[in-house]
Every structure is written in C-alpha cells, then in structure tokens.
C-alpha cells in the first residue's frame, strides 16, 4: 500500500495551483486562519524558514534506501540523533556506511538515547560501542541511567534528525531497528513517516542538533568547520519551496512549545483536521482544543492502529479516541498495521511531521521536533496516505466499540485514566 509519494503527480500540482489562485481572489478562504496561526507561531518565537522543501518517505524501505545513498554523497559532516538504534542487521548496515565515510574524511557524530537503547535486545553494549569508536564514528549515549537517580527516566531525547552537510536533514517517526521495515508479528506491518527536508530549514536542525551534542560532550560545533561553502543554503540557487516553522520541545526551557503548535493549528482550523498517531493520550490543553474544534463544526479525523504496541498505550489510546469519536469525531482503526506516524494536517494548508506522540512522554516531558510545513502540496500528498489506509480500516462507532475491545481493556483504560497525565 505505499504511495510513492516523491514523484508528484499532474493532478497533485494542478490542485495545488487551483488552491493558489483561490487563496489569492478569496484569501478569507484559505488564507484567515492560516494568518492566524503564523502570528501565534511567530509570537510563540519559533523559528521560521523561506523557501523549504520536503521529500516525503511513508516507508522504512524509502527512508532507508534514501538515507544509505545520502550519507555515501556526504563530504564534510554527518551529525544524527535518535531515540532507538538497535544493534541488529538494520542498525549494523548504517554504522557500516557511517564507517565507510569516516575512511572518506567525513566526521561522523550520533547521538543515541541511552535509556531508549537499554533493557532492550539487541542493544548497544560496551564491546560493540568500542568496536565503532575505533573505526571512527564518534557514538555517544545520552544521559545514561545510574541508580538510583531514577529521575533520569524523565526528559529522554525522542528525536529522530540526521543533518548531513547542512544539505539536507532526515526526521520524522522512524528509529533504526529491524521492525521499522518488516514490522512484528503480533501487530502487523510498521506504518511509520520520514521527510528529508532541504532549504534553509537545515540549519535550524543543525542547530539543535549542536547544542545537544554539546550538552552531553561539551565538545562545540560552531566553529568554521560547519560553515563551509558547501553547506550554506544559497537562496539565489532556488526560490522555489514553501514557508516552514520548526517546533522543538526542550524540558525547562521551551517545554510547552509542542503543545502550543497543536492548541494553535486545532484553535484556528476552520473545516477538516486529520491527525495519525499511535499514542493519543491527551494533557489537557490539547484535549480541550480538539473538542472545541469539533464542537465548531470542524470534520476532525484520526487514524491509528488497532493494536497498540503495549496493553497501557493500547487502552489509554482507545479510551480517548473513543471519547472523542462520541463527541463526532471519525476515528479509523487500521486491522493490517500499526501506525507510528506523527503527522497532522488543517484544512489542507498546513501540515507537521515530526517526532511527537499526542502524549504526555511527548507533551510534557521528552526531547521532541515537529516540523510545519504552510504547503497545499504536501497536505495533498497526506491526504493521499491518510485515505489510502482508511479504505482497509474500521471506523469507531459506539455500535462497535464493544466488539473492537474487550472488556477487560476497556476496564483498564478506564482505571488508566487517573494517570494519563504521565504515560
């Protein structure tokens, strides 16, 4: 069922333009609420962006495939984060390329979540770790757990980035492990979302990018070596692309900026929000403006798998979206997949990808990035995957509600929801 989304096609372009030239005879159309949702941008300080482009990936087989051919055309530098990096065939392959550049001259730095990788098989250990460093590949854990500092637990680095050159940047849902591509047996095929972003956005991702680095080494990134001619944007190459925002979620220092994008988007959305993510378990903002958007009048989706892939993120899950399906939201459940996408699109003018779950791990406590793209493109190319899924997907309804679920996790959603606040 994977789109290839890459290649836009006639029609994509030519709805495109149709939107374009509404939005310029009848801006209150298009435009109103799109305004709005800038201006809170901006005055919320995120970072905007000219002339940005994005590669949408709706598969582990593309975003793989892409990233394998990109690290191999780097020249000077490859900085990567992720939340999980496995030491399986997936996880080995990528530090072999990674290996194969650094005998090119290329430094190469990744940023792994200790806390993420731990507990977990196959994970990094001391002698695999070392066997890498010596090739190279500058490999740091962030934030390693000792007992009993327990509170290590809280703010974990969920992002997902690789930033080669200040070329291009990969982020999205996608960690590097084996089920990424071939799922697991007990919930299907991995329906998972990368974007490769170019423009001048990039730098924004190098920038966040550098200051974690330096929050774990204390080694800095912001010397001349990084400005090279070759990793510099030149705006007089390209002015084609679109006005984008990036959002990140830093604990203590900008911890309420995710959810702000969200309650912004969902304040100001006039007709059609869809939303796919696998965790839905709302803080309260956030829960507020999706039922005051539905209240409105505003045609609110979401799809997410049927199968959650835990018991408590399964029911927490149900239990909200059921909620909000009586409210009259449609909510879709897919039975062939699990859907680990974050991706949000309003009234088919802006859209975000990134890493954030509708969760409070995401909400309130982790490392996170989304990025927004102002693009009719790109949502067209959303709403081509958001409706290719629906058509093997069951929608919620109060009819069906006990005959998805079974008693016993309706039972336990519903004991759950005392400490939604947390999970």
Known sequence: ???????????????????????????????????????????????SYEHCQMDIMPSGFEKFHNLEQDLL???????????????????RHLLDVLTQCVSKGVQVRVLYDAFGNSGKAPNFNTDFIEYYRAKGIKLEGFDPMRFPYVNHALHRLHRKMVIIDGRMAYTGGLNVADYYLHGKPELGRWADMHTRLTGPIVAGYQQLFANMWYKQTR?????LAYLNPDAIWNPEISQEG??????????????QRIRQSYISSLTHAQHRVRIINPYIILVSSVRNALRQCIERGVEVEILLGHRGDNIISEVSTAREVYNLARRGAKVWLCHECFHHDKVMIVDDTLCTIGTANLDARSLSFDYEVNAYFFSPQYCMQLNSYFESHIKTSTLLTEDNWKELYP?????????????????
């Not at 080694?219 to 010397?223: M, T």
């Not at 008693?407 to 999970?423: A, E, S, T, V």
């Open 242 to 255: 679109y006005e984008a925002f990036i959002v990140d979620r830093e604990p203590g220092k900008k911890s």
């Open 1 to 47: 069922m994977c789109l290839n989304i890459k290649l836009v096609n006639k029609g994509v372009k030519c709805f495109a333009s149709l939107l374009f030239l509404i939005s310029m005879f009848f801006p209150s159309v298009l435009n109103a609420q799109v305004s709005h949702i800038k201006d809170d941008f901006v005055n919320a300080g995120f970072p």
């Open 407 to 423: 008693r016993y996790k309706r039972r336990l959603g519903w004991w759950l929801k005392g400490i939604r606040g947390i999970l």
């Open 219 to 223: 080694e800095k990134l912001d010397s």
């Open 73 to 91: 055309s780097a020249k000077h530098y490859i900085h990567i984060e992720y939340y999980k990096w496995f030491n399986d065939s997936i996880g």
